[in-house]
């Protein structure tokens, strides 16, 4: 669990420099599909990881508002905001968490219950499948994409 955590935040930040040399028309303009834009589809990766570990911690969870993080220079202080919270919960999962039930009640009344270990499964996949849509925004204004590859990253 904690090399797919480690992959998504060395990754997360070679996207942080990479959109360095990104102006911010390009940053902020409207993608198709995701949540609408590069700057913002990093931004929602960073509240969607930081608040389904609050949640399985069972501390409180609010949703940040993108209009306060309009610049790479913000949503990196998000992130560095964050990770305190995320980061040591991660490091210290163990197998005795994965099969901890988490019960999410939905706006409906229904109630969903899921294992934790799913829920850590989905934050890993939900940020690799946002850093795919990325890569097509990339190749569409003619820069290369963070490679996604995780042979050679160092990780164990």
Not at 70 to 84: G, H, I, M, T
Request: net charge negative; charged share 25%.
């Amino acid at each position: 669990m904690q090399t797919f955590f480690q992959y998504n935040w060395m990754v997360r930040e070679q996207w942080y420099e990479w959109c360095e040399s990104i102006s911010e028309e390009e940053l902020l303009g409207t993608r198709t599909g995701g949540v609408g834009s590069i700057l913002k589809t990093l931004f929602h990766i960073v509240d969607v990881e930081w608040s389904w570990i609050q949640v399985l911690q069972g501390k409180p969870d609010f949703q940040e508002d993108f209009e306060h993080y309009k610049s790479l220079q913000q949503v990196r202080e998000l992130d560095a905001k964050f990770r305190p919270d995320v980061e040591p919960f991660v490091l210290s999962w163990h197998a005795g968490l994965e099969q901890n039930m988490f019960e999410d009640h939905l706006a409906d009344g229904r109630i969903v219950t899921d294992t934790w270990g799913e829920v850590m499964r989905h934050v890993i996949a939900h940020e690799i499948h946002h850093v795919g849509q990325l890569s097509v925004w990339a190749r569409e204004i003619g820069k290369e994409p963070v490679s996604a590859n995780l042979i050679g990253k160092g990780l164990r």
